[in-house]
């Protein structure tokens, strides 16, 4: 299928590996041209040499902590004018609801809420300027279903999934759309440290807290960074269009909701 997005430029947050570096991949494939952003410069450029050879398009990297806002302002500049946002940040650590003060909450909500509402405050507008425009933040499984050790994640991302509720009503009548991708279980190092959680709160293998928490998805495994990619790059095409302030899961059927 042709995904109209030869020519575009995207700026990817945290691509350097995981699920942000599944999106760069996928919009690659594309034709789009691409700004990576990780706090990590050698795994960046790594990933981003190997999105050249593969794909043949123009990568620019640029390694900042995008949290802060210099580095907001660094990666801002970089990027100039672009088609395609993907906001992308690791989540918080997981722990009890006891353990959370005013501090880690602040930190979450800079992460996962407060520097996605940036970055879409700062490229939206030239993108309904051009009248054309394409926002994918990637939110987490929890904003339908709570995960209890990660409450700080559960807040933050569900704050994020209503701003872009009303706000992405307001834009789409100038051709941009935003839209949430909700991942469940894939293997990423995530995955890897929460498996590692499991792992030392029950004292079993790392293979045996995988296992454990694989047998809770209908699908019976753990997602790919590749179908995850796939999901971003259809949302980002000429295709997803009329699709408006939706959050689209992809969790092999983890979340058990009727909607």
């Excluded at 339908?144 to 569900?158: H, M």
């Excluded at 992405?168 to 995955?191: E, M, Y």
């Excluded at 995988?210 to 000429?238: D, V």
Aim: glycine share 14%.
């Amino acid at each position: 299928m042709d995904l109209g997005l030869n020519g575009k430029r995207a700026l990817v947050c945290a691509s350097s590996k995981g699920l942000g570096l599944g999106c760069a991949r996928a919009l690659a494939g594309a034709g789009v041209d691409l700004v990576m952003n990780a706090r990590g410069a050698e795994a960046l450029e790594a990933s981003a040499a190997e999105i050249r050879a593969d794909f043949g398009v123009d990568v620019v990297t640029v390694a900042v902590d995008v949290t802060t806002e210099e580095g907001r302002a660094c990666l801002l500049e970089a990027a100039g004018d672009v088609d395609i946002l993907v906001n992308n940040a690791g989540g918080p650590p997981p722990g009890l609801w006891t353990d959370w003060e005013r501090e880690d909450f602040i930190k979450a909500l800079d992460a996962n809420m407060l520097t996605p509402i940036a970055l879409i405050k700062a490229l939206v507008p030239g993108m309904m300027e051009r009248g054309w425009g394409r926002v994918v933040n990637i939110t987490s499984q929890s904003v339908k279903a709570p995960i209890a050790v990660l409450g700080l994640s559960n807040s933050a991302r569900a704050g994020l999934t209503g701003y872009v509720a009303g706000t992405s009503r307001q834009v789409a009548g100038k051709g941009v759309t935003i839209n949430n991708l909700l991942p469940g279980i894939h293997a990423t190092d995530r995955a890897v440290s929460l498996d590692k959680g499991v792992s030392e709160a029950q004292g079993i293998s790392m293979e045996q807290a995988k296992a454990q928490r694989a047998a809770g998805i209908p699908a019976g495994r753990y997602g790919t960074i590749e179908e995850f990619g796939a999901t971003c790059a259809f949302l980002c095409s000429k295709h997803a269009g009329f699709i408006v302030g939706q959050n689209i899961l992809l969790d092999g059927g983890g979340v058990n909701a009727t909607l």
